[in-house]
Structures are given as structure tokens and as C-alpha cells.
């Protein structure tokens, strides 16, 4: 029986009630008044159900779609400007006991090296990611319960924290780690992490056990069940999303707004975040032995409809996706993106041919740099920031301030110092002169003058050699 509420799997994403839906959408596909009214609803910036999300998605009349893009694009403007976060992944260790069967690291891959870093490679990978110029990473690493031990995760977090090197400096550290016990989410609550990360690969009961066939993953509730022991363990943000192509794309993008729903109901908070990731070819895996491939338009219609439906959660494309289909969802519904990563384990200290630890093949390849300077091109500002987590400002209290559409005065002040931090000490001769005047002319739009002038203040005071400042 479905039941938002629950703090069952199978209760509060239940495979009938998706069923019911996909029947409810392909029923009214036609159906162009509901539509259109789906869309006004949309348009209120409340969100939609899953149902409602599903009809979305099922429609296919070329001129609904555009009134669909046209909104997202209008409602991603509204709540979260021009800015894109950037982060990278660091992958600290892939051995695995899981089965996987989309993923190189599964256990029964006996060729691919396996590698954990020790604290001093941790140091030279983060001084790399820090000459980049990143602040905020997303910790990666396989399922070993005694290789990858809770200790070393938290051993390396506080190793990642303590470094500074030059300027540089990791201020942000998300995680994303195999399901895990209430009291396990709590040390990493206690260790200053930002997001839990879990994806849910696909929603589909009978799918998830036939594509995880061994190790802990295998169990589908506990897997499913992992972001509500995290909120209990007190991490309140929490990051969902599902590998696009193990099930059909429409019934995983029900089950993922019926987990959204489930944690509102449940914890009074939805996913700060939800990542859409899509299978990459990797060593031992072909993407075309999975039948649910998504293509590039159905991908974008997937991030529009996310977009209305969850307006106040981020969105996150990782480099597994290429320039060409970055910039078009960028513009629909995007909030953050990965930039100029590596997968494998020590990838950014190795030197090139070192054994290949490679989760999967990035498709985009750009250094940060070229990053950045393509989405200040495409009017973006790059930011940086890791403000609000670090000033308390998590789960419903970051939702507050992006409902009460006050990221004029707190994000984009925000963005545009830490892109000044970025330009400064990281960025290519070009890219510098783009970004400085991107920063004057953004600063005008800054709606509240006080705060405006405290920005100009600390734009000078960067010129002096002052770094991290925040609203
Ligand atoms: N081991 C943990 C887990 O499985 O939850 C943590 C992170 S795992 C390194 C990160 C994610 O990579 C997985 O959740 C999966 O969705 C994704 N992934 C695995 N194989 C992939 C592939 N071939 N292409 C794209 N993404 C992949
Ligand atoms: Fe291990 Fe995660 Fe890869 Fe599965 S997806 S094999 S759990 S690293």
C-alpha cells in the first residue's frame, strides 16, 4: 500500500501506485487542457506531483515541450540565478564487495587495479584539486568493510579540511558512500560534511536486485531506506539520483519524486540536491548492453521536468556528459556541475599512464579553467561557494532562503567573491579579464545596496591579499 509517510521501501515507493501513474500518463498524453493546466500549476513555483511530473514527461507535442523548456529555463532563473556551483569527485579507494553490474568496481572484476589512498596521497591529490582551484569536492569510494573502514573516511575528511596550501583551501566536503548505519551518518554529520550523496541507481525492485546480485547493495530496502537513517543520523541534506538506463527513464523519474515527497513528509525537508547521471562506457562495462538508454532530448526533457516539479532542489550533471549536452541543460534546469574531473583513484596527482583505476570514461575533459570561462561565455557565474553549509544555513533552512527568493542578496554576493578568489589566484590571463567584468557588472544587479557595498568592500580587501569572505 503506498504511503508517503512510511519509513518502509516498498510502502513509500511503491511499485503499483508507479505503475498506476504511468498508466494515469499514458492515458491523458493527449490530453492537452490537462496539460496546459499541469503547466499554470507549475508556473505557481509550488512543484507538482509525481503524477503530475509523469504526464509531463509522457507528453509529446513538440509545442507543450517548448512551454515546458521556456518554464524551467524561467523558474531556474527565479530561484537560483545565473550561478553554477562547481565541484570535483575524489575518488579515494575502489576496492568493492558489491556486484554491480553497470560498474567496473564491482568484485568479480579481478583485472582492473585496486588502489586506497593513504593520507599522503590524499594531501597530493587535494594540493592538485586546490591548485585548480576547487573548494568542494564529493568523496567517492566502493563498499569494503574492512578496506574502506568508516575510521579511514573519517581519518581523510579531516586530512582534506587541514590542508591549506597557498591559498587554496577545501570548504565543502560531500560524500558519497555506500548505505550505512544510523550511527555511522552521524560521525560523518560530526566530521562537517556537507551532502550525503546516495544514489539509488533505479527505483525498480526486481531490476535493482538483478543489477546487484552480490554484496550489501543487494538489499534493496536498506539501500532505499539509506536517506532516512541519514536525516535521523542528522545530515539534512541529502543528494538522490538515479543511473539513467537501468530502467526505463519514466519509472525512475516517478520513484525518484516519490522519494523527494517521502523525505518532505517524513523529515519536513526534500533532497537538497538530485543528480541525473547516465551510464559511461568504463573498463569492463559497455552502455550498450543496457537496453533503457536515455537519448540526449529525452535527457533534457527529464532535467525540465525535474526542474518544475522540485523547484527549490539543485541539480547536478557531472562530466560524464559532453559540452554540447552540459550547455543545453545548464540552461533548464542545472545548478552545479563537476569540472575538469578525474575518476580514478589518485588521478590528479598520477602522472598520465599510471594504472588505470577509472571508474567510468568522462566525456567532458576540459581543464576548470576552460570550464569556467565557457560559462561566463553563456552568461553563468561560476561560483565557488560554500557558504550556507558552513554558516548552519542546511536542509529547511537553505530552502527557506531560496523560497523567499533572497539568493540576490546572500548567493550571488556570494558567487561573485568566490569567483574573484578564483580569478585571482588560478585563472588563465583571459579568463581573469572575462571574469572581472562579469563580477563589475553583475555586482549592479545585487538588489540590496548595504549588502552591495559590503561586497565592493571585500572585493578591495581580496586585492590585498584577504581570502573567504561570506554572506
Ligand atoms: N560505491 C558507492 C555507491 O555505489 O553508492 C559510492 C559511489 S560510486 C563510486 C558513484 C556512482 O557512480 C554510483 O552510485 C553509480 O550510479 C555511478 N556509476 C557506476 N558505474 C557507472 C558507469 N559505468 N557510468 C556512469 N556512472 C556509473
Ligand atoms: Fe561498488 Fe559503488 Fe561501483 Fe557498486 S557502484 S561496484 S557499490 S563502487
Redesign the pocket.
Known amino acids: 500500500m503506498y504511503n508517503v509517510k512510511s519509513c518502509k521501501a516498498d510502502e513509500f515507493i511503491n511499485h503499483e501506485e508507479i505503475l498506476e501513474t504511468l498508466d494515469y500518463a499514458q492515458a491523458n498524453k493527449n490530453n492537452r487542457a490537462l496539460i496546459e493546466q499541469l503547466i499554470d500549476k507549475a508556473a505557481l513555483c509550488k512543484g507538482l506531483t509525481h503524477r503530475e511530473a509523469a504526464l509531463l514527461l509522457c507528453c509529446d507535442q513538440p509545442d507543450l515541450i517548448n512551454r515546458i523548456y521556456h518554464l524551467a529555463k524561467e523558474m531556474k532563473k527565479k530561484f537560483y540565478g545565473n550561478r553554477i556551483v562547481m565541484f570535483a569527485p575524489l ?1 579515494l579507494s575502489n576496492y ?1 564487495v ?1 556486484g ?1 553490474i ?4 564491482h568484485a568479480k572484476n579481478h583485472h582492473i587495479s585496486r588502489k586506497k589512498l593513504t593520507q599522503d596521497e590524499i594531501r597530493k591529490e587535494v594540493v592538485a584539486l586546490q591548485d585548480m582551484g576547487h573548494k568542494r569536492l564529493a568523496l ?4 569494503h568493510p574492512h578496506i574502506n573502514t568508516m575510521e579511514y573516511l573519517l581519518e581523510s575528511i579531516r586530512t582534506i579540511y587541514d590542508i591549506h596550501h597557498k591559498n587554496g583551501a577545501i570548504r565543502r566536503v560531500n560524500v ?4 550505512t548505519t544510523v550511527e555511522n551518518y552521524r560521525k560523518l554529520k560530526d566530521a562537517g560534511i556537507g551532502t550525503y550523496i ?2 539509488q ?1 533505479t527505483y525498480n525492485k526486481e531490476n535493482y536486485e538483478r543489477l546487484h546480485p552480490a554484496g550489501p ?1 543487494s538489499n534493496y530496502a536498506y539501500h532505499t531506506e539509506a536517506m532516512d537513517r541519514a536525516m535521523q543520523g542528522g545530515i539534512d541534506d541529502v543528494g538522490c ?1 538515479v ?1 539513467f538506463g537501468l530502467t526505463s527513464y519514466r519509472y525512475d523519474l516517478v520513484g525518484l519524486l516519490m522519494h523527494a515527497e517521502h523525505l518532505e513528509a517524513a523529515f519536513g525537508v526534500g533532497p537538497h540536491t538530485i543528480s541525473v ?6 573498463d569492463d ?1 559497455n ?1 550498450q548492453d543496457f537496453p533503457n538508454a536515455v537519448p540526449d532530448d529525452m535527457f533534457c526533457h527529464i532535467v525540465a521536468v525535474i526542474r518544475l516539479a522540485v523547484p527549490y532542489t539543485g541539480m547536478i550533471v557531472s562530466t ?1 556528459e559532453s559540452k554540447a549536452t552540459r550547455e543545453k541543460v545548464l540552461e533548464i534546469g542545472i545548478s552545479q556541475i563537476s569540472g575538469a574531473s578525474s575518476t580514478s583513484v589518485g588521478g590528479y596527482s598520477e602522472a598520465d599512464g599510471e594504472e588505470d583505476t577509472a ?2 570514461d568522462t566525456n567532458d575533459k576540459r581543464t576548470l579553467d576552460e570550464v569556467v570561462s565557457w560559462l561566463m561565455k553563456r552568461g553563468f557565474v561560476p561560483s565557488f561557494c560554500t557558504a550556507c553549509y558552513r554558516a548552519g544555513r542546511t536542509g529547511d533552512r537553505f530552502m527557506a532562503l531560496v523560497k523567499a527568493g533572497q539568493i540576490g542578496n546572500c548567493c550571488s554576493p556570494n558567487a561573485l567573491m568566490t569567483l574573484k578568489e578564483y580569478l585571482m589566484d588560478y585563472a588563465s590571463e583571459s579568463t581573469r579579464r572575462e571574469g572581472e567584468k562579469m563580477i563589475e557588472e553583475e555586482m549592479q544587479k545585487i538588489p540590496n545596496p548595504k549588502v552591495r557595498e559590503i561586497a565592493m568592500l571585500h572585493l578591495k580587501q581580496m586585492e590585498e591579499c584577504q581570502r573567504d569572505f561570506r554572506f
Open positions: 575518488y568493492c558489491n554491480c553497470y560498474c567496473p568496481y567517492e569510494m566502493g563498499e558519497n558512500i555506500a548505505a546516495l544514489f541507481e547493495k539520483g543511473l547521471p547516465r551510464i559511461r562506457p568504463a562495462i552502455p560524464r571508474q567510468f
